[in-house]
Nanobody, 126 residues
Framework: EVQLQASGGGLVQAGGFLRLSCVASGLSFDTYTIAWFRQDPGKERDVISCISTTAGIAYYVNSVKGRFTISSDSAKNTVYLQMNSLKPEDTAVYYC???????????????????WGRGTQVTVSS
Protein backbone atom coordinates (compact mmCIF):
# COMPACT_ATOMS: atom_id res chain seq x y z
CA GLU A 1 0.00 0.00 0.00
CA VAL A 2 1.39 3.35 -1.05
CA GLN A 3 1.37 5.93 1.72
CA LEU A 4 2.65 9.50 1.68
CA GLN A 5 3.25 11.77 4.65
CA ALA A 6 3.92 15.46 4.04
CA SER A 7 5.30 17.76 6.70
CA GLY A 8 7.29 20.93 7.19
CA GLY A 9 4.68 23.60 6.63
CA GLY A 10 4.34 26.61 8.86
CA LEU A 11 4.13 30.36 9.11
CA VAL A 12 6.97 32.39 7.64
CA GLN A 13 7.52 35.99 6.65
CA ALA A 14 7.86 37.00 3.03
CA GLY A 15 11.40 36.39 1.85
CA GLY A 16 11.83 33.49 4.23
CA PHE A 17 12.20 29.80 3.55
CA LEU A 18 10.73 26.44 4.44
CA ARG A 19 11.57 22.86 3.56
CA LEU A 20 8.74 20.43 3.03
CA SER A 21 9.28 16.70 3.35
CA CYS A 22 7.28 13.85 1.85
CA VAL A 23 8.01 10.44 3.31
CA ALA A 24 6.84 7.65 1.03
CA SER A 25 6.23 4.01 1.82
CA GLY A 26 5.08 1.12 -0.34
CA LEU A 27 6.88 2.37 -3.43
CA SER A 28 10.34 2.72 -4.94
CA PHE A 29 11.73 5.93 -6.39
CA ASP A 30 13.08 3.76 -9.20
CA THR A 31 9.56 3.23 -10.52
CA TYR A 32 7.55 6.13 -9.09
CA THR A 33 7.61 9.88 -9.41
CA ILE A 34 6.71 12.25 -6.60
CA ALA A 35 5.08 15.60 -7.18
CA TRP A 36 4.19 18.57 -5.05
CA PHE A 37 0.87 20.31 -5.54
CA ARG A 38 -0.71 23.22 -3.73
CA GLN A 39 -4.25 24.41 -3.28
CA ASP A 40 -5.76 27.68 -2.19
CA PRO A 41 -9.24 27.63 -0.66
CA GLY A 42 -11.84 27.62 -3.42
CA LYS A 43 -9.30 26.94 -6.13
CA GLU A 44 -8.07 23.89 -7.97
CA ARG A 45 -5.09 21.91 -6.83
CA ASP A 46 -2.14 22.89 -9.04
CA VAL A 47 1.12 21.12 -9.62
CA ILE A 48 4.27 22.90 -8.51
CA SER A 49 6.99 20.39 -9.18
CA CYS A 50 7.65 16.75 -9.88
CA ILE A 51 10.76 14.63 -9.89
CA SER A 52 11.63 11.42 -11.66
CA THR A 53 15.00 10.17 -10.48
CA THR A 54 15.25 7.40 -13.07
CA ALA A 55 14.72 9.83 -15.94
CA GLY A 56 16.74 12.61 -14.33
CA ILE A 57 13.79 14.97 -14.66
CA ALA A 58 12.71 17.76 -12.36
CA TYR A 59 9.80 19.95 -13.43
CA TYR A 60 8.81 23.32 -11.95
CA VAL A 61 5.87 25.55 -12.69
CA ASN A 62 7.03 28.98 -13.84
CA SER A 63 5.88 30.77 -10.70
CA VAL A 64 8.37 28.87 -8.51
CA LYS A 65 11.31 28.44 -10.86
CA GLY A 66 14.51 29.71 -9.30
CA ARG A 67 12.96 29.75 -5.82
CA PHE A 68 11.91 26.16 -5.14
CA THR A 69 14.06 23.04 -5.47
CA ILE A 70 12.79 19.47 -5.42
CA SER A 71 15.11 16.66 -4.41
CA SER A 72 14.92 13.07 -3.31
CA ASP A 73 16.74 10.83 -0.87
CA SER A 74 16.15 7.21 -1.82
CA ALA A 75 17.77 5.91 1.35
CA LYS A 76 15.14 7.77 3.39
CA ASN A 77 12.35 7.35 0.83
CA THR A 78 11.82 11.06 1.16
CA VAL A 79 11.28 13.86 -1.34
CA TYR A 80 11.96 17.41 -0.28
CA LEU A 81 10.75 20.75 -1.53
CA GLN A 82 13.10 23.55 -0.54
CA MET A 83 11.18 26.80 -0.80
CA ASN A 84 13.20 30.02 -0.73
CA SER A 85 12.25 33.65 -1.22
CA LEU A 86 8.69 32.86 -0.21
CA LYS A 87 5.93 35.24 -1.24
CA PRO A 88 2.45 35.76 0.22
CA GLU A 89 1.02 34.21 -2.96
CA ASP A 90 2.77 30.96 -2.04
CA THR A 91 0.31 30.59 0.83
CA ALA A 92 -1.61 27.35 0.32
CA VAL A 93 -2.01 23.80 1.50
CA TYR A 94 0.79 21.75 -0.02
CA TYR A 95 0.35 18.10 -0.95
CA CYS A 96 2.70 15.43 -2.19
CA UNK A 97 1.51 12.80 -4.61
CA UNK A 98 2.91 9.72 -6.30
CA UNK A 99 2.47 8.11 -9.70
CA UNK A 100 4.40 5.83 -12.08
CA UNK A 101 7.72 7.41 -13.03
CA UNK A 102 6.64 8.10 -16.62
CA UNK A 103 3.95 10.51 -15.41
CA UNK A 104 6.49 13.26 -14.74
CA UNK A 105 7.96 14.98 -17.78
CA UNK A 106 10.09 18.04 -18.31
CA UNK A 107 6.84 19.83 -19.24
CA UNK A 108 4.88 18.71 -16.21
CA UNK A 109 2.69 15.78 -15.21
CA UNK A 110 1.39 13.75 -18.14
CA UNK A 111 -1.49 12.07 -16.32
CA UNK A 112 -3.37 12.47 -13.03
CA UNK A 113 -1.53 11.32 -9.93
CA UNK A 114 -3.26 8.52 -8.05
CA UNK A 115 -1.68 8.48 -4.60
CA TRP A 116 -1.97 11.42 -2.25
CA GLY A 117 -0.82 12.37 1.20
CA ARG A 118 -2.43 14.78 3.61
CA GLY A 119 -1.56 18.38 3.06
CA THR A 120 0.63 20.68 5.07
CA GLN A 121 -0.27 24.34 5.46
CA VAL A 122 2.18 27.00 4.33
CA THR A 123 1.38 30.57 5.26
CA VAL A 124 3.56 33.45 4.12
CA SER A 125 2.92 36.79 5.78
CA SER A 126 3.68 40.08 4.09
Amino acid sequence: EVQLQASGGGLVQAGGFLRLSCVASGLSFDTYTIAWFRQDPGKERDVISCISTTAGIAYYVNSVKGRFTISSDSAKNTVYLQMNSLKPEDTAVYYCAAAPASYCSAYGPLRPFGFWGRGTQVTVSS
